[in-house]
């Protein structure tokens, strides 16, 4: 496979190959480990039916269907519609999500693989999509920092995250909240392929770590954040129709943009 790197420490550029044909074991082998190092594939001019996104997902792991089952597309439960559109004085997909950094899923029990946006519409420039490399964060976290968080645990409210992400999409309902248990991860996010550590620290919610109190939690969380999103590890993607990118979870956190003019993206997640 040819391939092209796109920044310092994110990211590889895939040449020569049309995914609307199915990978062979060499190339999903490669494809697979590529993720997990440079935590970003970008495919460009892919002209990819949802038939095929789902086959292509699925020679990269198991495609399930996401959150938001209202923004499915019909026929098809493992995409997830982005968009703006509107059809019949409603919006065909969610208009906005993930704008500040996050890792997909993070508030979950299992954190998906990785994430596959495919766009299919793009009217107007903007809306760029940033990814920071987390283990390369990890490794050149200054050492007294590293030495007090190896060891920490971070406890997620999804209940707060919603609140203080997405203000607009109205208040946790009582149904959503006896749903969305907190859950526990590690912050050092342990890579399952190559073995190596993450800094975890996506979300932008002022966590709370076992054991330790608010004033001493929140601004350890807060410098990891802001150190693993420095120019240095981060790589910021311009759109272009026929894109498709495939994220590693494990590997990188990521972040949306404002936007203007129709969008429309498919997305599928991975496990
Ligand atoms: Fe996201």
Redesign the pocket.
């Known amino acids: 496979m040819k391939f092209r790197k796109v920044s310092p420490s994110v990211g590889l550029e895939i040449k020569d190959v049309n995914l609307n044909e199915a990978l062979n074991e060499d190339q999903k082998d490669f494809l697979l480990s590529t993720l997990a190092n440079t935590g970003l594939l970008i495919f460009r001019s892919q002209e990819i039916s949802p038939a095929k996104l789902v086959e292509f997902s699925s020679s990269l792991g198991e495609a399930r269907s996401y959150t938001r089952s209202q923004f499915g597309l019909e026929g098809f439960p493992e995409i997830l519609v982005l968009s703006n559109i509107k059809e019949n004085g409603r919006v065909i997909g969610s208009p906005v999500?993930?704008r500040v950094w996050?890792?997909?899923g993070h508030y979950m029990d299992e954190i998906p693989r990785a994430?596959i946006l495919a766009m299919k519409i793009l009217h107007k420039e903007g809306g760029n999509t940033s990814f920071a490399n987390m283990q390369a964060a990890w490794l050149k976290l200054p050492k007294a920092v590293a030495e007090s968080v190896e060891n920490l645990r971070i406890n997620i409210s999804r209940v707060q995250s919603r609140e203080y992400n997405y203000p607009e999409r109205g208040p946790v309902t009582d149904k959503e909240r006896e749903e969305w248990k907190n859950v526990i991860h590690p912050l050092l996010l342990h890579h399952p392929v190559n073995g190596r550590l993450g800094l975890g620290v996506g979300g932008n919610v002022p966590w709370n770590i076992p054991g330790m109190s608010p004033e001493e939690a929140i601004p350890l969380v807060t410098f990891c954040q802001e150190w693993c999103t420095r120019k240095e590890f981060v790589y910021e993607h311009v759109w272009r129709e026929g894109d498709v990118l495939v994220w590693d979870n494990w590997t990188v956190m990521?972040?949306?943009s404002p936007y203007s003019g129709d969008r429309l993206l498919h997305r599928t997640t991975i496990y």
């Open positions: 999500s993930g996050h890792v997909d994430t990521h972040k949306a």
